[in-house]
């Protein structure tokens, strides 16, 4: 597992990297921005590998559904709670421009929280009332 880093505004870095442009010392550095030294030091020797202070872009698989488009999917399931699986995807993908298959629509629907209804029986009135 990955470990979550605090993304740092550019100029607390930039600021670093201008200390240490000036022949600065790394601890003096941070004592002066009130910086952890690990963090000064992973700051510095991410300007010299790479000539640049900017935040890399996140890692991994980028969405399928956007926001927008969960918005709609989400309002087309509200409008047709019987629905099935299928016409839920086929309606969703008549208005897109692309396709979505239904186990992507499946697990953005469980993600919200909405659940298969199974009918277990019919109800038949009771002759005693």
């Known amino acids: ?43 510095v020797r991410h300007y010299r590998q790479c000539i640049s202070v900017e935040n890399r872009p996140g890692t991994g698989r980028p969405p399928i559904l956007s926001p927008r488009a969960k918005q709609v999917l989400f309002k087309d399931v509200k409008k ?5 699986l299928q016409e839920i995807t086929s309606t969703f993908n008549q208005g897109q421009p692309g396709q979505v298959s239904q186990r992507t629509i499946r697990h953005a629907v469980h993600e919200e929280g909405y659940q298969r209804r199974k009918i277990c029986g019919q109800l038949l009135p009771n002759t005693f009332h």
């Open 80 to 84: 047709s709670r019987n629905a099935s």
């Open 1 to 43: 597992m990955s470990r979550k880093c605090k993304i740092v505004a550019a100029g607390t870095k930039l600021a670093v990297v201008q200390l240490y442009e000036k022949k600065k010392k790394q601890t003096e550095i941070a004592s002066l921005l009130d910086l952890n030294r690990s963090f000064v030091s992973l700051v």
